[in-house]
């Protein structure tokens, strides 16, 4: 089957989490994925439980569809490797700071003398115009500057914590793919090649914004920034008498809903406070706190029968291992196993969309530090001879088995 962006040439240099897992998304979708690693390898290889050395969970999460291939960029030789690399690529992505590709030499300014048609995608963390520009970026560091702590310790009093999970590179990553597409929809239609920059700081702003800025959307302010629904200390799974559900019980029909199964419907007809989506934000601690207070009593088994009947949308509390086993992702087939020619047997995620013609999925498995270099420097016209050069100066490398 054919895959959506076959036939695109993707120079990804980049490592970590936000890039990389922005990569193996188009990867999936069919592009040709290079990516370029330092001879000691992305860092993230190190990150354990692994069965072998380098070849880390998360690193095996976010690096499927892809090849690797070593150049030591800072050697003449590797430098070199790489712009022929460029020559045909459709897209160059990175995540240093711009500041770090001007000294290696591979400024867009460059590199589109040599490819008119290069898409020069950076994902790094603060835009060029500000004040910000050039400082380093991790994903603990934009939840903090956009508030994403904050917001916590608002609703519930706490000390501030980042979201255990990192939603800041993920959701750039995404966010990047699609702006990465849209670039090369526009090279198709022109042969035109450009700059595509997205930074952490002024992605997250905005994804944050969209539910705070509140009273601030107006000016003068109506009232202060923050949603004051998703700020309730009341907005969190629901203790059941025997563990948790979580419920959203959001528009007019699912309250009524909601009423009329209790057989209180008279009640929800009587109390200002459910009139509308208005009054019930602007009550939301109280009406909360009375549903929490309802739910300790029935079980969680007894509440989501309950809110399936009345069409109310409810799910149960999972762990990572109970998501793991989670019934309809096991019949959905969202997990797969595959054998991997050096990892053994490896539990891998579907690509979270179904396409009718065109379905995005792994095209090849996780690669070894190099595992492809050899191979990459051939397509572009290296020989043996030059290739082993290469590897005697250390400007590329290969796996050990190989």
């Known amino acids: 089957m054919t895959k959506p962006l076959d036939g695109v040439k993707v120079i990804d240099l980049s490592n970590m989490l936000m890039a990389p897992y922005a990569t193996q998304i188009l990867g999936d979708m069919g592009a040709d994925i290079i990516k370029v690693e330092p001879p000691i390898g992305d860092p993230i290889r190190g990150i354990g439980p692994y069965r072998n050395p380098g070849m880390g969970a998360i690193f095996m999460n976010i690096n499927r569809s892809k090849r690797s291939i070593v150049l030591d960029l800072k050697k003449p030789e590797g430098h070199a490797a790489i712009l022929e690399l460029l020559k045909d690529a459709d897209i160059l992505i990175y995540n240093r700071r711009p500041q770090v590709m001007d000294r290696l030499d591979l400024s ?130 629901y203790p059941t008498s025997d563990g948790y559900v979580c419920v959203l019980i959001y528009t007019d029909t699912h309250w009524r809903h909601f009423f009329r199964a209790l057989g209180r419907e008279a009640e929800f007809d009587s109390d200002p406070r459910y009139t509308s989506m208005t009054t019930r934000v602007e009550n939301i601690d109280t009406i909360y706190s009375d549903l929490a207070d309802l739910l300790t009593s029935r079980t969680t088994a007894e509440w989501l029968t309950f809110f399936d009947e009345t069409d109310i949308p409810a799910m149960p509390l999972h762990t990572p291992q109970s998501l793991i086993d989670d019934p309809h992702l096991q019949a959905t087939d969202f997990f797969t196993f595959s054998d991997h020619p050096t990892e053994g047997r490896i539990r891998e995620m579907a690509s979270p969309s179904t396409w009718s013609e065109t379905q995005p999925g792994s095209t090849r498995p996780v690669p070894l530090l190099g595992e492809h270099s050899a191979e990459i420097l051939r397509e572009v016209g290296y020989s043996d001879e030059q290739i082993s050069d290469l590897m005697e100066s250390g400007a590329t490398a290969a796996p050990a088995a190989q």
Not at 180 to 200: C, E, F
Not at 205 to 220: I, K, N, Q, R, S
């Open 108 to 237: 867009y300014e460059k590199l589109s003398k040599i490819n008119p048609r290069l898409i020069y995608a950076g994902l790094y963390g603060y835009g060029e115009d500000g004040p910000y520009a050039g400082k380093p970026a991790f994903d603990d560091l934009i939840q903090g500057a956009v508030a994403i702590p904050a917001l916590g310790q608002m609703a519930n009093g706490l000390d501030p914590v980042y979201t255990p999970t990192a939603i800041v590179d993920r959701g750039v990553a995404l966010y990047a793919v699609g702006q990465i597409n849209a670039a090369l929809y526009h090279q198709l239609k022109t042969g035109q090649g450009q700059i595509v920059d997205t930074p952490m700081f002024e992605m997250m702003a905005g994804f944050v914004l969209g539910d705070h800025m509140a009273g601030y959307t107006f000016e003068p302010p109506l009232g202060p920034p923050g949603y004051k629904r998703m700020l309730t200390p009341n907005r969190k799974p």
